[in-house]
């Protein structure tokens, strides 16, 4: 089975938000900006190792 890069692009982006707590449009935004989340670990988030503080781009 082969992917587009279309479908390989929103696998990417689907994970990222889960692990960043953000929405794929934030992702997508076309302008420059800081999107403030609250940090969480949600469900199919990878084990990132972080100590209490930590600023992730």
Known sequence: MRMT???MLNIVQSQLAIDLNCSID???SGEDSIIFVEAKENPGCRPFPRKARYFEI
């Open 26 to 28: 934030d992702l997508n």
């Open 5 to 7: 890069q279309k479908e």
